[in-house]
């Protein structure tokens, strides 16, 4: 029998006003210390967003004492909600709690969750709506997130951050505003946004997933998904499949991309130093320095 994994992993999101938001990191970040919890939180006065990992019982005792913290005569998390994994593995090295403009970055003024966003699609529900004929099905997040895994027959943007998706929508999608649009990303935080910029610009039949794909590949059987490939996470895990199950990919530690085992076996690729993606990126002496940084590492 093995043992059960020793790490919870929370993904958490709530799009809340939080006037004076730079007030909360210090308590975040001294209850986090205190439960022994690592990842990242990051903090704007639209909300929190992040993910975090602990031993089971002192990750569920912080996320209770978040969902209780006071701020302005509110409790701003008491209604917050989190989707749950698993590692064998510490899938942080440390804690960080970040003040942010965004939880996730947009750049485009007025965009407001809490006031208008998209119809919410349960997962057991979603196959339906992507495989009719007249839906554009949307993949939300990066070009190297899409490359390892996605939606059969989604379209993917070629973005290389979240911040050029608005001026992609604006040059790609339909001009029929009654056309229906759906769209997915890792946890649903992107698509809270996307989908509140496309109703905002008109679009009146907008949907997205509701949790994310990592809902769905939680909820969903593998004989019945229409999921392909892994879904990158941001962790140390990589990616993950069906049931959360942890994939096979690993992450360049020069660029900071993910790999694939027959990518490490490119020409291109030395463990710490370069990638087929990143060869071209840096210089020499940057790979000097990358090789001294791999042996600082392997020495332990």
Known sequence: ???????????????????????????????AGAHGVCGTLLIAPEGINGTIAAQRSELQTFLN??????????????????KESHAA????????????????TMGVEGIDPRQTVGTYVEPKDWNALIKRSDVTLIDTRNEYEVEIGTFEGAINPNTASFGEFPQWAEDNLPDDKQAPIAMFCTGGIRCEKSTALLKGRGYENVFHLKGGILKYLEDMQEDESTWQGECFVFDQRVSV?????????????????????ADMKRPEFEAGVSCHRCLSRYTDADRARFRQRQRQREAG
């Open 1 to 31: 029998m093995t043992d059960a994994p020793k790490w919870q992993i929370a993904a958490l999101y709530k799009f809340v006003a939080l006037p004076n938001h730079e007030a909360l990191r210090t308590p975040i970040a001294d209850a």
């Open 65 to 82: 004492w978040l969902q209780s913290v006071e701020h302005e005569g509110q409790r701003p998390f008491a209604s917050l909600e989190w």
């Open 89 to 104: 593995d510490k899938p942080f090295a440390k804690m960080k709690v970040r003040l942010k403009r965004e939880i996730v």
């Open 241 to 261: 499949g069906h049931g959360l199950a942890e994939g096979p990919h690993t992450l360049c530690h020069a660029c900071g991309l993910p790999l694939t085992p």
